[in-house]
């Protein structure tokens, strides 16, 4: 890798947050359009190595270096402060496919233990509440989409979020039927 690729790579990882492309191109000194370049090469020689972590091109030029989503339940709980416990990431997902919901519509279809995923979930600033009458109407943030790559736009948040959960599902299918063919 050249230099300037090594200082966007190191740069996308010091950060731990999308950052914008006229912030990175001015980190090298290069264009927005050879940054760009850079950055999409960096993106693809990560998805090649079939690693832990990914190179996302995010909404509004921005770009970010994060933990590939699906191993986020196997790892979250070695996060500092801890990230989301298994139950919490699928009432997550439920509030993400189904927003905006009420917080009284997801405890009836996902029972009460969800009152705590859902002050978790506020207090990581991935889920919104507002007042409806005497509940909460739910929806998920900017930092949500952004954190797992995903685009802001709720109807395409949306479709990409049933993608890679069927992706998700296929893998952990495979794993199994593998690991139930060694035995």
């Known amino acids: 890798m050249d230099d300037d690729m090594l200082t966007l ?3 996308l ?3 731990g947050r999308p950052l914008t492309i006229e912030e990175l191109a001015d980190l090298i000194s290069k264009a927005t359009s050879t940054t760009k370049s850079l950055l999409e090469d960096l993106g693809y020689k990560y998805s090649k190595r079939d690693g832990a972590l990914e190179v996302v091109s995010l909404p509004r030029n921005r770009y970010v270096m994060q933990l590939k989503p699906e191993l986020t339940p196997r790892v979250g709980r070695l ?3 801890g990230l989301l416990s298994f139950a919490t990431l699928q ?3 439920f509030i993400a496919l189904k927003q905006p919901i009420l917080q009284s519509d997801l405890v009836t279809q996902r ?3 969800c009152y705590e995923h859902v002050r978790d979930l506020e207090e990581k600033k991935f889920i919104r509440s507002e007042p409806e009458g ?3 109407l739910l929806r998920t943030t900017k930092l ?3 954190y797992f790559g995903l685009d802001p736009d709720k109807v395409r948040l949306k479709a990409q979020l049933k993608h890679k959960l069927r992706r998700i599902l296929e893998e952990q ?3 199994e039927e593998s690991s139930e063919s060694l035995h």
Do not use: N, S
Request: charged share 25%; proline share 4%.
């Open 9 to 11: 790579e190191a740069a």
């Open 13 to 15: 990882y010091a950060a």
């Open 79 to 81: 996060i500092p402060g």
């Open 91 to 93: 009432t997550l997902v």
């Open 111 to 113: 029972g009460t233990h």
């Open 134 to 136: 005497r509940t909460k």
């Open 144 to 146: 949500f989409a952004d």
């Open 173 to 175: 299918r495979q794993r």
